[in-house]
Structures are given as structure tokens and as C-alpha cells.
């Protein structure tokens, strides 16, 4: 599933203590207004060995009758239902903003200067970008299943002092996440959200049409001089970065997806399963949305006051 993307939040040293309690693994857990309800949205063998690779949308276009090796570039663009569900960036950044403004006015109301806010932080990957296998020819070229390079941001140490007054029962993180998310926690994908995801997945790798292209995927694998039962069993390399015989197997699986439709099969299944999960728990769904309208009327508050001077 995807792993948490996070707008670096003004003390994001101590923040991931509570991100991780709350966000487990995704990016959102609310609504904006103009976004669907979900009221209104309208089985055989498991793919062995198949979960997701977590890290958004249109239904991704697949090049008939290439060969292995001759992929062609670009990672597969993938849009599933849930996509309204998960917290957009944008949102994602002021509700973020508005916490670094709440602690750093609470640090201040104990005499306590805030540190600079860390540099934010990109995913490493879009939502959906490995979802099913790596997808991108031009990384299959260059790093292979590695991830390519990403240096974290730098923040400066805090005090002591301000650690203390940051975390701990009624710190000032506390008070900051109670005051947007009414819980202890940073903001971060619902619960229903992050569990249809993932129960999404899993349904459709044992659907009659993904089991079938999974195999069809295997064959031309084969013939290209690889041995692997599906696509995700191939992202293990031991080597610190992308051997010639790393990337000539990266771009093979790229090259048998595009040939036999994978990633356009198994985006179409999940769908079909994405949209009957999100009918059934339309009212929970419908909740997600109404909790980030919220949580933004909150922020947005927050983001009026005049800032204190320094």
C-alpha cells in the first residue's frame, strides 16, 4: 500500500511519533467540496505471491504486440474510484500549514522560539506508479526495481526544551492535531479508505481476467529467457544499485505488460471491485468526504488569524 506522504509539518522530527499512529500507510481522509459522494458512485485462483507496492489518475494506455526489451517509455498512468477519497496535496499542504501555525504560536505562548519548518518532501513514487509491477521503460533503464535517489530534507536539531514542550500528553503537537484532526494524530487517509485500498488489490489478483493476463505475462517472460510466476515477484535485487542484468529484466517486464495489456486488465478489474466497496460503505465514504471539509474549515481558520510578529 502506499506509504505515507507527508507535507513536512514545522517539527517534523518529533511528527512522526504521531503520523505514524494515525496515517499508517497513505496520503488522506477527507473532502473537498465538488467531490463525489459516495452514495452517488454508482472469482478463481490467488496470483500467487502478489501484494501491493504502495505508493494517482486514466485508464493507463497499453501498447499491443511489443517485445520484451523494447519497451516503450513512460510508467502506465492508473485512476481507480477511491482516488476523490485520499487527501489531494494542495489540502494536504494547508492543513499542514495551519498545524506548523498552531505550534509555533503554542511554543511561543511558553517562551520558546519554533525552528525552521524542514524542506518538504516528495513521495519517492506516485500513488499508483508500482502498483502492478514496475510500468516505466525510462526507469526500468536507469535504476532498474531500485528506487531512484531522493535525499530526505534537512531540519536543525531541536532543544531540549522544545522537545519537551512539542511532544508528551498536552504538548504542543498535541494540542495542534487536536484542534484540526479532534484526535491526537496528524492528518492522514481514513481508515475505510486505506482498507478498501488494500482489499481492492486483493480481490482483483484472484479475478478469472487478471489471473489470466498474469499468466499471459509469465509465458512472455519466459520466452525472453525469465523465469518469475507474476510481475511483482521480480523488484528483489540484492545489489546496492541497478546491475546491466537488473535493468535488461526491468525493461523485459515492462515490454511483456505493455504486450499482453496487464496493467489495463487488472486497473479494469479493480475498478469494478473499487466501485462495489465504496457502494456498500457509501455512508463511511460520504463521512471521509464531510471530516475533510472540516478539518479545512479548521485549517482555514487557523490561516486568518494575523500571524504574530517574531
Not at 3 to 26: I, M
Not at 41 to 47: I, P, W
Not at 166 to 188: H, K, M, V
Amino acid at each position: 500500500m502506499n506509504a505515507p506522504r507527508l507535507a513536512a509539518p514545522l517539527v517534523a522530527v518529533v511528527t512522526c511519533c504521531l503520523l505514524l499512529a494515525s496515517c499508517s500507510t497513505s496520503t488522506s481522509g477527507g473532502g473537498a467540496a465538488g467531490t463525489p459522494s459516495a452514495s452517488a458512485a454508482g472469482t478463481s485462483e490467488a496470483v500467487p505471491g502478489v501484494t501491493p507496492e504502495a505508493t494517482s489518475g486514466v485508464t493507463p494506455e497499453v501498447t499491443s504486440g511489443a517485445t520484451p526489451g523494447a519497451a516503450t517509455d513512460g510508467p502506465a498512468v492508473i485512476s481507480l474510484p477511491l482516488d476523490p477519497y485520499f487527501l489531494p496535496p494542495a489540502d494536504e499542504a494547508r492543513l499542514h500549514t495551519a498545524l506548523d501555525r498552531l505550534v509555533a504560536d503554542c511554543l511561543r505562548s511558553v517562551g520558546l522560539q519554533p525552528p525552521a519548518p524542514a524542506g518538504v518532501q516528495a513521495p519517492l513514487l506516485g500513488r499508483y506508479e508500482r502498483r502492478y509491477g514496475l510500468t516505466s521503460a525510462t526507469g526500468a533503464r536507469t535504476v532498474g526495481y531500485h528506487l531512484p535517489d531522493h535525499p530526505a530534507p534537512t531540519q536543525a536539531p531541536l532543544s531540549p526544551a522544545q522537545m519537551k514542550a512539542l511532544t508528551g500528553p498536552q504538548g504542543c503537537q498535541e494540542s495542534a492535531a487536536r484542534r484540526i484532526t479532534g484526535t491526537t494524530g496528524y492528518p492522514g487517509d481514513a481508515y475505510v479508505v486505506r482498507s478498501a485500498n488494500q482489499e481492492s488489490f486483493e480481490q482483483s489478483a484472484k479475478a478469472p481476467e487478471v489471473v489470466a493476463v498474469v499468466t499471459a505475462w509469465s509465458r512472455c517472460m519466459k520466452r525472453a529467457g525469465y523465469d518469475y510466476a507474476t510481475p511483482l515477484q521480480t523488484g528483489t535485487w540484492p545489489s546496492e544499485r541497478a546491475t546491466g542484468e537488473e535493468r535488461t529484466t526491468a525493461l523485459a517486464d515492462v515490454a511483456c505488460k505493455q504486450e499482453t495489456g496487464l496493467v489495463r486488465i487488472w486497473n479494469e478489474a479493480e475498478t469494478v471491485v473499487q466501485r462495489t466497496l465504496i457502494q456498500q460503505n457509501a455512508t463511511a465514504f460520504d463521512g471521509v468526504l464531510a471530516e475533510r471539509r472540516r478539518m479545512l474549515r479548521e485549517a482555514d481558520a487557523v490561516l486568518g488569524r494575523p500571524e504574530p510578529g517574531p
